[in-house]
T-cell receptor, first 110, second 113 residues
Framework: QKEVEQNSGPLSVPEGAIASLNCTYS??????FFWYRQYSGKSPELIMF????GDKEDGRFTAQLNKASQYVSLLIRDSQPSDSATYLC??????????FGTGTRLTVIP | DAGVTQSPTHLIKTRGQQVTLRCSPK?????VSWYQQALGQGPQFIFQ???????QRGNFPDRFSGHQFPNYSSELNVNALLLGDSALYLC????????????FGPGTRLLVL
């Protein structure tokens, strides 16, 4: 059974702070890892993906992957109220479909 | 560049009825995956189509079926609707075996009464 676990939150951070979102996965064969943002009533929007161990930065977002610990995280620097959304972690085991966690709801307080 | 489109946006059906949802992939993409997202949950993989064939299937009953057309667009059919089929149905497109990232359409919200 492939499982992706996320803390459902809600996670509240003040505007300008760093938001840290975490995700663990059970399948060691997982090959690629994705973070999606989903606003209420909308569809998921791809933020970034990571394949290799280490950090990957894209603007205010940094994805971190540790395959040995089966752990992936997303850091959002200088958080803005517009970042308030549910963040979905997704894992691709190589079969070209995605397994999603239940998402972490983030609230950025002005 | 057109993104992924889905129709209809909303749908209300009653138990036992059948429904067809439609999806057009992003330009340049040839693979369509369908997901079901229940309220408060993450999307769950239903199946994936490439070259007009179902390539992979998640843990969904045979009531869920699909089709892909030569222009890469796709349909999701659900027969004998149950109350539990009420959800947001998402279509995602990608380029087969070239890129792992998938882009989602706006979804179809299905309510079964």
């Amino acid at each position: 059974q492939k499982e992706v676990e996320q803390n459902s939150g809600p996670l509240s951070v003040p505007e300008g702070a760093i938001a840290s979102l975490n995700c663990t996965y059970s399948d060691r064969g997982s090959q690629s890892f994705f973070w999606y943002r989903q606003y209420s009533g909308k569809s998921p929007e791809l933020i970034m993906f990571i394949y290799s161990n280490g950090d990957k930065e894209d603007g205010r977002f940094t994805a971190q992957l540790n395959k040995a610990s089966q752990y992936v995280s997303l850091l959002i620097r200088d958080s803005q109220p517009s970042d308030s959304a549910t963040y979905l972690c997704a894992v691709n085991t190589g079969a070209n479909n995605l397994f999603f966690g239940t998402g972490t709801r983030l609230t950025v307080i002005p | 560049d057109a993104g992924v489109t889905q129709s209809p946006t909303h749908l209300i059906k009653t138990r036992g009825q059948q429904v067809t949802l439609r999806c057009s992939p992003k330009s340049g993409h040839d693979t369509v995956s369908w997901y079901q997202q229940a309220l408060g949950q993450g999307p769950q993989f239903i199946f994936q189509y490439y070259e007009e064939e179902e390539r992979q299937r998640g843990n969904f009953p045979d009531r869920f079926s699909g089709h892909q057309f030569p222009n890469y667009s796709s349909e999701l059919n659900v027969n004998a609707l149950l109350l539990g089929d009420s959800a947001l149905y998402l279509c995602a497109s990608s380029k087969y075996r070239t890129s792992m990232d998938q882009y989602f359409g706006p979804g179809t919200r299905l309510l079964v009464l």
